[in-house]
T-cell receptor, first 109, second 114 residues
């Protein structure tokens, strides 16, 4: 299966803490994107890291990519209750995206 | 800029009935995707259109699912007959010519088959 594996499946932290979630694929990673999904809503694009990049920042988000290990990680710093959502990685396959299974993040105040 | 519009928002049907979902992508977006997201899982690509042509429908269960994109704009996804395992959220997304420009997703249609 081309589907990505995400780890952990669920993560519960306190406000102000950092949250790290990981994503790996069995196939080669091309350009990798991270998406966020609030309960019952559509997905929102967070950040794209290209296959020739190793690290990228956007606000409180930091994404790393290791193409040799076919893996990526998303770090959310200084988390807030509003960050509570599911987070999905998505690997580009042709012109489509193959999503991981997601990490459910719960941030309590 | 208006987002990707989907309707209906929710649908409950009995197994073996038929159902149709509608999607209106962002104006000017050439590529349109339908994804199926089963509860607790990531979205799975069902079909991808480039303008009004099908690029990839390898994951579409063609014995019961069909999709079309008339005139390269709106799209409909149909299930006939529905099975219990079709219960899921059906997400429509669109992107400009190149996926690196990012997808925009609609809010989805939540289908419950009873």
């Amino acid at each position: 299966s081309q589907q990505g594996e995400e780890d952990p499946q669920a993560l519960s932290i306190q406000e102000g803490e950092n949250a790290t979630m990981n994503c790996s694929y069995k196939t080669s990673i091309n350009n990798l994107q991270w998406y966020r999904q609030n309960s019952g809503r559509g997905l929102v694009h967070l950040i794209l890291i290209r296959s020739n990049e190793r690290e990228k920042h956007s606000g409180r988000l930091r994404v790393t990519l290791d193409t040799s290990k076919k893996s990526s990680s998303l770090l959310i710093t200084a988390s807030r209750a509003a960050d509570t959502a599911s987070y999905f990685c998505a690997n580009q396959a042709g012109t489509a995206l193959i999503f991981g299974k997601g990490t459910t993040l719960s941030v309590s105040s | 800029e208006a987002g990707v519009a989907q309707s209906p928002r929710y649908k409950i049907i009995e197994k073996r009935q038929s159902v149709a979902f509608w999607c209106n992508p962002i104006s000017g977006h050439a590529t349109l995707y339908w994804y199926q997201q089963i509860l607790g899982q990531g979205p799975k690509l069902l079909i991808q259109f480039q303008n009004n042509g099908v690029v990839d429908d390898s994951q579409l269960p063609k014995d019961r699912f069909s999709a079309e994109r008339l005139k390269g704009v709106d799209s409909t996804l149909k299930i006939q007959p529905a099975k219990l395992e079709d219960s899921a959220v059906y997400l429509c997304a669109s992107s400009p010519q190149h996926p690196l420009d990012g997808y925009t997703f609609g809010s989805g249609t939540r289908l419950t088959v009873v």
